[in-house]
């Protein structure tokens, strides 16, 4: 039997609901139960991967080529399952598929409507494909008592009285702030989030409150009281030092026991968190610090780069070290000797981006370690301007460029307008639709033999996911490797490239893919154990 926990937040946003949803998953798991995490979200974009860095942050990508938002990140690197386009629904998402099913007249000529008509689509969406699980972790993106979210709270009450509390439970997360003017901590924005549910017609069985010091125990019945919960309902979310701290707070506070006690289910006996445990004891007792610096374009919102950032740090978890990120604007290497300002660090890592901005701050970056023989990671279009330093400063390509920044005389880079998924052509133009329309999810790559990266991935063939548009031109692949820069890995018909390196440097690889989206703390990605492992050499040089 399949049990749903639908988690909603209120009072402000950001308050941790996808880390919660992750964390309340890998507790469950490792009690033995099999999950699934899936996230709505009101907004009207039928996914986030037109959205500017700035307005959502990173664009995650599952295996099935779903542009998703940056939480179901944090669903696989807690419980290692993977995310497919089945769980990220948007309002634009679920308003798109109701209106192609009206245009095609499912509807038999009936008026469409919110209810039934959307509820029940986002009904669907949540129960899909659910056979053989043990929970649905469902998350809802927003704030209580924003408007849009309103189909998809109904939506889920409704659920809730069609499953029955034996197979539903509502899990709030809320903010207790303290004021220290007053040296108290308030209730009051709790009490005010859950009555907004309540006129929803939605009883939260378990409240999450985030607060930056202990409740007392008179503050927990007091919310338990005015709140209609038990008193052990009310569980504490204090902050953490590490994100991966969390699951072991909310089972010492009893987030785990009091979501099987709501469905019945033995609470006894202790979930397996040995690994988290030994996460977190590798996070706090470091033997050592190594300095990356990631020379990016969107550093001023951090959340754009927020698997990247975990991915270095599961390298360092890897080798016992702390990995210390000194995040560069690339357009502060457009000015002359500006790349200076990188000495001293062991480790520099090119992400990927969208638009001419910062481009050549990124190539005088490579440059900068590709001469002074500092290890490398280059990510999409890290690795597309890798290649284009290469061509400009090894073969003499002087105008060597990419027509994403405008046409050009030497087009280095250039538009990807067919590829192979499987045994299907798949074609694109430069006058179609931007949404969904680049090359997106999992793709197999052949390594060279004899290469670094082979040596990396300990095998011959790889499966990395996608998000792209345009490509290295495999026709300057010649003279390229005339002047050192291998091409190490392409794609099974050779026909894109997917990784260079040089073979004369310590560790230089630059990838096509995003590596960064199937790292986990408790199963670091190679490519990141390797970079990391080569930074702390490279520290031990300096």
Known sequence: MTRFVFITGGVVSSLGKGIAAASLGALLQARGYKVRIRKLDPYLNVDPGTMSPYQHGEVFVTDDGAEADLDLGHYERFTGVHATKGDSYTSGRIYAEVIAKERRGDYLGGTVQVIPHITD????AATADTEGLDFVLVEVGGTVGDIESLPFLEALRQLHNELGPQ?????????VPYIPSAGELKTKPTQHSVKELLGLGIQPQILLCRCDRPIPENERRKI?????VRPESVIPA???SSIYAVPLQYHQEGLDREVLRHFGLSIYGEPDLTNWKRIVSRLENPEGEVKIAVVGKYIT???AYKSLAEALAHGGIQHGVKVKLDWVDSQVFETPNAVERLEGVHGILVPGGFGERGAEGKIEAVRFARERKIPFLGICFGMQMAVIEAARNLVGIEGASSTEFGPCEEPVVGLLTEWLRGNEREKRHAEGDLGGTMRLGAYPAALAEGSLVRKVY???QIEERHRHRYEVNIGYRERLEEAGLRFSGLSPDGLLPEIVEYPDHPWFIGVQYHP????KPFQPHPLFAGFVGAAVKQARLV
């Open 121 to 124: 689509a986002i009904k669907d």
């Open 167 to 175: 197979r539903s439970l509502f899990m709030h997360l809320t903010l």
């Open 224 to 228: 338990a009281l005015f709140c209609n």
């Open 238 to 240: 204090l902050d953490a």
């Open 301 to 303: 919102l951090l959340d």
């Open 458 to 460: 300990g095998q011959a």
């Open 516 to 519: 960064e989206l199937k790292s």
